[in-house]
């Protein structure tokens, strides 16, 4: 059974880091690529990045162009978002999904909240 | 990038109608179309890819349709399980893959 349980989000101060995980399982992790998407409260979905099987293609959202990484780990089979000065409008939950041309799989989320 | 727009918004419909949501790219994105359905404090869940392929398990009542610009999703008698909110998404050439504001589908 597939799985993918995302953990990391908590409250942050404007301007403050955070990293959030992504821990797979029940597929082969290298085969797939992998997204973050994000849901502010009360409103749609964003998509906001992936990243691709070896890690070597990488695409982002404009507004978190040079403030989020996303990475990989195949040894512990996660997925990674570094966030960087983080602004009031980051907050939101944010889902890793599995896939690329659609994305099938989801988290259930985790929440983070950019607040002083 | 490329934008996308849903219509309506939002619509009050009875079990047993028909429903019809559309969804228009800012430029040609060919067949790369995909429905989600997010039900409230849940994820969303893939409904449709490709414009029209139907994913395992979901109910034939729903169907997907368009090319190019245009693109729209059907439940021809509407379940009490399918009020929720819907959202496409483009899928074409590279990423940024953006979603539709969405359609709340509630109860009239």
């Known amino acids: 059974e597939v799985q993918l349980v995302e953990s990391g989000g908590g409250l942050v101060q404007p301007g403050g880091s955070l990293r959030l995980s992504c821990a797979a399982s029940g597929f082969t992790f290298s085969n797939f690529w992998m997204n973050w998407v994000r849901q502010a409260p009360g409103k749609g979905l964003e998509w906001v990045a992936n990243i691709n099987q070896d890690g070597t293609e990488k695409y982002y959202v404009d507004s978190v162009k040079g403030r989020f990484t996303n990475s990989r780990d195949y040894a512990k089979n996660s997925l990674y978002l570094q966030m960087n000065s983080l602004r009031a409008e980051d907050t939101a939950v944010y889902y890793c999904?599995?896939?690329?041309?659609?994305?099938?799989?989801w988290g259930q989320g985790t929440l983070v909240t950019v607040s002083s | 990038d490329i934008q996308m727009t849903q219509s309506p918004s939002s619509l009050s419909a009875s079990v047993g109608d028909r429903v019809t949501i559309t969804c228009r790219a800012s430029?040609?994105?060919?067949?790369?179309l995909n429905w989600y359905q997010q039900k409230p404090g849940n994820a969303p869940k893939l409904l449709i890819s490709?414009?029209?392929s139907l994913e395992s398990g979901v109910p034939s009542r729903f169907s997907g349709s368009g090319s190019g610009t245009d693109f729209s999703l059907t439940i021809s008698s509407l379940q009490p399980e399918d009020f929720a909110t819907y959202y496409c998404q483009q899928s074409y050439s590279t990423p940024p893959f953006t979603f539709g504001p969405g359609t709340k589908v509630d109860i009239k």
């Open positions: 490709v414009t029209s």
């Open positions: 430029q040609s994105i060919s067949r790369n």
């Open positions: 999904t599995r896939g690329y041309i659609s994305n099938l799989y």
